[in-house]
């Protein structure tokens, strides 16, 4: 079982009221959150029932988790229109268009038999919900949601976020930084927000909102146009999204999911989008157009972390199912597995040469290992604790741990450079910025330590929770 997530409070899948153990057995506190209002349901609406607008957010809130890809209860699964209505176990017609006393799913979810009612665990759909589910099947059960094998999730209509605590009551985990490409702003990972910081004093510059509950990367275009974020909702939504970086619109949402993504980085042309989820997956996309190019299904758990080679023409991946591994970028095709981890895999980072890779998890390592062949080609350690992200950056490699340090080494030799001190809990989050002489890094406890690269020492300290107003961290 994985602390990192338990301390974030991240579950796998969810079915609702119970929440899938995916950490430790570690006693570790969950992270605590800003109050927010919860989403209202679908209310029945005038005219035709849409299922993209109306019937799939239910199904994906409240029946995906037991009936998805991961767990298929009775053999009988949601998570796309076309095994919507394929029948499970008992051969019943899951919904007969035009005729709701001939439909399994209606039955199910309005039964008044708690042993029998869908969701089984969890609370009841609402009367309203019910009469919507209804009204769609009289209407003839129709699908406007293009391709019936699309996933659930991926068709749903984007809708706009729960709004940001205006005063947070609790700094939230720092899982995602990124320096504006000019050094001057720093991106942090907020709650249902992305909060931007000037770097040399730590004052709030602006707060960029309509953002998923918890984002995990923050990426810039090569050519600083546009910022990627990668961030979801536990058990419920994952979504990465372009964004003007200036003023923080919506430019173009690349891709949904049932669950949270991980991170998303640009190959380094800009034209390319690479992304790893819950859903075991890395996806890449056109970012001019927003096309998915390809899927990549290799890893046999969560994938934690992507990275481009310098001339784009591989993509490097991390994930909990202890294995990091090397693929072609314009195919997808497997080059080689790393599996000298022998735990879950956080971060993942190519050498210069783009003829290694460097990748780090739970073992409290950095490996370097072959793309060719994956085998083994030294190692870092010295880390007290798992090591998450990795940064590499004009010839240096960062990396920052559950050690509360952040570390720097250098890329040809793999030579330490310096340790970063003064962070008071686990580091998830790191950022480089060699132009400015600047590294960031983000922890559990919301703290953010702006360093300078020359010396090490401090440049500013700040909590990323704004109108926080607990003692300033000293």
């Excluded at 039955?107 to 919507?132: F, H, N, T, V, W």
């Excluded at 970012?287 to 998915?292: D, F, H, K, Y």
Aim: proline residues 6%; glycine residues 10%.
């Amino acid at each position: 079982m994985d602390l990192h997530f338990m301390r974030l409070g991240i579950s796998s899948l969810m079915c609702v009221g119970i929440a899938l153990a995916v950490a430790r057995a570690d006693d570790a506190p969950r992270a605590t959150e800003p109050d927010v209002p919860a989403a209202e349901a679908p209310m029945p609406v005038a005219g035709t029932v849409s299922f993209r607008r109306d019937i799939a957010p239910m199904l994906v809130e409240k029946c995906q988790a037991c009936h998805g890809a991961d767990k298929a209860e009775s053999s009988y699964r949601v998570d796309t229109f076309a095994r919507l209505k394929t029948a499970g176990d008992n051969e019943l017609a899951p919904f007969t268009a035009g005729d709701h006393d001939d439909s399994e799913l209606l039955r199910l979810i309005a039964s008044g038999d708690e042993d029998e009612r869908m969701p089984k665990d969890g609370e009841p759909l609402s009367a309203e919900q019910i009469a919507l589910v209804k009204k769609w099947i009289e209407e003839g059960a129709a699908f406007d949601g293009g391709d019936e094998a699309a996933t659930l999730a991926s068709i749903l209509p984007r809708l706009p976020h729960p709004m940001p605590p205006e005063a947070y009551k609790h700094p939230t985990p720092v899982t995602a930084l990124a320096f504006a490409p000019g050094g001057n702003e720093l991106f942090a990972a907020g709650y249902n927000e992305i909060t931007v910081w000037n770097p040399a004093d730590g004052s709030l510059v602006r707060r960029i909102k309509d953002i998923a509950q918890r984002t995990h990367a923050i990426a810039f275009s090569p050519d600083g146009s546009l910022l990627a974020v990668a961030a979801g909702t536990p058990g419920r939504l994952g979504e990465v999204v372009l964004l003007n970086p200036a003023d923080g619109s919506l430019v173009r949402a690349l891709g949904k999911a049932a669950d949270e993504i991980f991170d998303a980085q640009f190959s380094p042309d800009g034209k390319q989008l690479a992304t790893a989820g819950a859903d075991r997956t890395i996806r890449i996309y056109d970012v001019e157009s927003g096309n998915e190019l390809r899927v990549i299904e290799n890893h046999a758990d969560w994938v934690m972390a992507v990275a481009w080679s310098p001339d784009g023409s591989k993509i490097a991946s991390a994930s909990r199912d202890k294995t990091a591994k090397a693929f072609e970028a314009a195919t997808g095709n497997l080059i080689s597995t790393h599996s000298g981890h022998g735990e879950p895999v956080y971060g993942v980072a190519f050498k210069a040469d783009g003829e290694q890779v460097y990748s780090a998890g739970r073992d409290n390592k950095i490996r370097a290992w072959k793309v060719a062949d994956g085998g083994n080609a030294g190692e870092i350690g010295g880390f007290g604790e798992e090591v998450y992200k990795l940064v590499n950056r004009d010839g240096h490699l960062f990396a920052c741990s559950a050690d509360k340090s952040v570390r720097q080494f250098r890329d040809n030799d793999r030579g330490a450079v310096r340790k970063f001190d003064g962070q008071t809990d686990w580091v998830y989050s790191v950022a480089a910025h060699p132009a400015t002489k600047r590294v960031a890094s983000g922890g559990y406890d919301g703290q953010i330590v702006v360093w300078n690269l020359e010396d090490g020492k401090p440049v500013a300290t700040f909590l990323a929770a704004p109108n926080y107003t607990a003692a300033a961290v000293k």
